[in-house]
Every structure is written in C-alpha cells, then in structure tokens.
Nanobody
Framework: QVQLVESGGGLVQAGGSLRLSCAAS????????MGWFRQAPGKEREFVAA????????YYADSVKGRFTISRDNAKNTVYLQMNSLKPEDTAVYYC?????????????????WGQGTQVTVSS
C-alpha cells in the first residue's frame, strides 16, 4: 500500500491550465503504475490518464487526449497531471491512484491505493 496526497486543484476559466500533483509515501513508488481519475457530481468515477512504473507508457481517455499530460518523477515520489485547454466539462474531483499492474491500467479495480481527491472547477 502507498499513501497518496493530491494538490493543485482550484478554480480556472475555460481555456486555462492547471497542474495537479500527487505525492506518494513509501520507498516503493517506482514499483507502481499511477493513474488519475475524476468524478463529477452525479456521475461515476471515470478514467483520465495512467502512466507505467517507468514512465515509458502513458494512456489517456479520449476526452482529454491532446489536452492533458501525465508524467512522473520517481526520485520525488510524485506524479503530475498537466491540464491545458480546460473545459467546463472537466469540472470534477480528481483522484490519484496507484496500481500494482506496473505497465498501467484504466480499470479502477486494478488500483489498490487512492488519494482523497482535489477539486477542479472550470468556469465558462
């Protein structure tokens, strides 16, 4: 298990940018693939992006492809989500998660550790 703490959420106008960070505890961070998910009010949690343990492979939901970039710094035990060209429909609580499926996954049950989430609000 790894403990995760997200930061970087906030209020931004449509077209703006935010960078989310997720700091992980423990010395085994590089053993995990990492992912970002989001949940809007009244909707189910959905996959946003994932990155393999080495950072060599990344995966994105179609809705964010070309606008969001996931990256990681294993020396800092941190994963990032750079969000550009934000839209009102990106408004949600964003969650960081860790998966022992080291090559990455978009399937929530593959992720055994979750952060508490950070709110992102995009105004029109």
């Amino acid at each position: 298990q790894v403990q995760l703490v997200e930061s970087g959420g906030g209020l931004v106008q449509a077209g703006g940018s935010l960078r989310l960070s997720c700091a992980a505890s423990g010395r085994t961070f590089s053993s995990y693939a990492m992912g970002w998910f989001r949940q809007a009010p009244g909707k189910e949690r959905e996959f946003v992006a994932a990155i393999s343990w080495s950072g060599g492979s990344t995966y994105y939901a179609d809705s964010v492809k070309g606008r969001f970039t996931i990256s990681r710094d294993n020396a800092k035990n941190t994963v990032y989500l750079q969000m550009n060209s934000l839209k009102p429909e990106d408004t949600a609580v964003y969650y960081c998660a860790a998966s022992s499926n080291r090559e990455g996954s978009s399937w929530p049950p593959d992720f055994g550790s979750w952060g508490q989430g950070t709110q992102v609000t995009v105004s029109s």
